[in-house]
């Protein structure tokens, strides 16, 4: 596990609340409405990258989802979750990971990001996280990824303050991206993620 990278992770939520940071949302509906577009059924394996503090977990469970997973590098992040829901974190399991070194038991049905893809700047991170995106989801799995780019700082700022770190994206690298994944090819979705350097 990157060392820098988890002291840097586990600093954030030791010096900030979950509420206190920039890319908390109160109400995860955008994930939500693309999950639920995914059509997965309620024993469908699911997993949330980087989704420590967030609360698309709750609202997962609430509608049903039986068998959900939540990965984050911050052993913080997921205690306060683990605090949050109480005995229903019992229902969840708990990765502590750096994504780029996860291998998963098994495969996932649908992979979520909305935290962790746009914060890996350096170019071999982001080729590991695909190798272990495309041994983890499953053939004809839902893959909801999400990731400030360039155009997105003018409307908000609050992608600039995102725990300091700088990315870099090109919007023809992503749209490519999305073409992609509209088109259902996993293999040309990762090779535009290893383009954006």
Known sequence: MDSSRKKHWENVYEQKKPSEVSWY?????????????????????????????????DELLEKGYRDLTVLDISSRAIQYARERLGRRAENVCWIEADVTEYVAPYPFDLWHDRAVFHFLTDPSDRKKYVEVLQNSLKRGGHLIIAA??????????????????????????????????????????????????
Do not use: M
């Not at 949302?25 to 994930?31: E, F, L, R, T, Y």
């Not at 309620?42 to 989704?51: E, F, Q, S």
């Open 148 to 197: 400030f780019v360039w155009f997105t700082i003018s409307i908000s700022i609050a992608a600039l303050a995102c725990s300091l770190l700088i990315f870099l994206a090109f919007a023809a690298v992503v749209w490519g991206f999305y073409n992609a994944l509209r088109n259902q090819s996993l293999r040309h979705a990762a090779a535009y993620l290893t383009k954006l350097n």
């Open 25 to 57: 949302q109160v109400n995860p509906a955008v994930s939500l409405e693309f999950i639920t577009l995914a059509k997965p059924d309620n024993a469908a394996k699911i997993i949330d990258v980087g989704g420590g503090v967030s609360v698309l977990v």
